[in-house]
């Protein structure tokens, strides 16, 4: 799906629900890890073809959002997160999953899906 009527962007909820709406209209036969050029942030995208570059990886057959659960979990388990942001309140590693303008990710069609680390705060 190649237009603007499809984003989402999701944070401080469960990836069993995040994800469905993230592959609603697609599968991913590949992906990538790359910096959110805005951010600075590691994020992991998915793609909904595989291309050959040197970032991409495809992965042996086309996956859902049920069967990237258990990547992206561990995934987040080891990633970078930075420091916890100083708040009075407290912090908690989350995610957040998103797509840009175009239903695309950064300037690459075949990405139509995002993961990356965020600290969800919490106020008192």
């Given at each position: 799906?190649?237009?603007?009527?499809?984003?989402?962007?999701?944070?401080?909820?469960?990836?069993?629900?995040?994800?469905?709406?993230?592959?609603?209209h697609?599968?991913?036969?590949?992906?990538?890890?790359?910096?959110?050029?805005?951010?600075?942030?590691?994020?992991?995208?998915?793609?909904?073809?595989?291309?050959?570059?040197?970032?991409?990886?495809?992965?042996?057959?086309?996956?859902?959002?049920?069967?990237?659960?258990?990547?992206?979990?561990?995934?987040?388990?080891?990633?970078?997160?930075?420091?916890?942001?100083?708040?009075?309140?407290?912090?908690?590693?989350?995610?957040?999953?998103?797509?840009e303008?175009?239903?695309?990710?950064?300037h690459?069609?075949?990405?139509?899906?995002?993961?990356?680390?965020?600290?969800?705060?919490?106020?008192?």
């Open positions: 799906m190649n237009n603007d009527i499809f984003r989402f962007d999701l944070q401080g909820v469960p990836l069993d629900v995040a994800l469905p709406v993230a592959f609603l697609d599968t991913a036969e590949g992906w990538k890890i790359e910096r959110n050029s805005e951010t600075g942030v590691q994020r992991l995208v998915f793609l909904r073809w595989f291309e050959e570059k040197k970032e991409n990886q495809k992965f042996p057959v086309k996956m859902t959002a049920e069967m990237v659960i258990p990547l992206l979990e561990a995934w987040l388990r080891d990633v970078d997160y930075g420091d916890a942001p100083d708040t009075d309140g407290s912090a908690k590693k989350g995610f957040r999953v998103y797509n303008l175009w239903s695309i990710v950064g690459d069609v075949s990405a139509f899906a995002a993961v990356e680390p965020v600290w969800l705060v919490y106020g008192k």
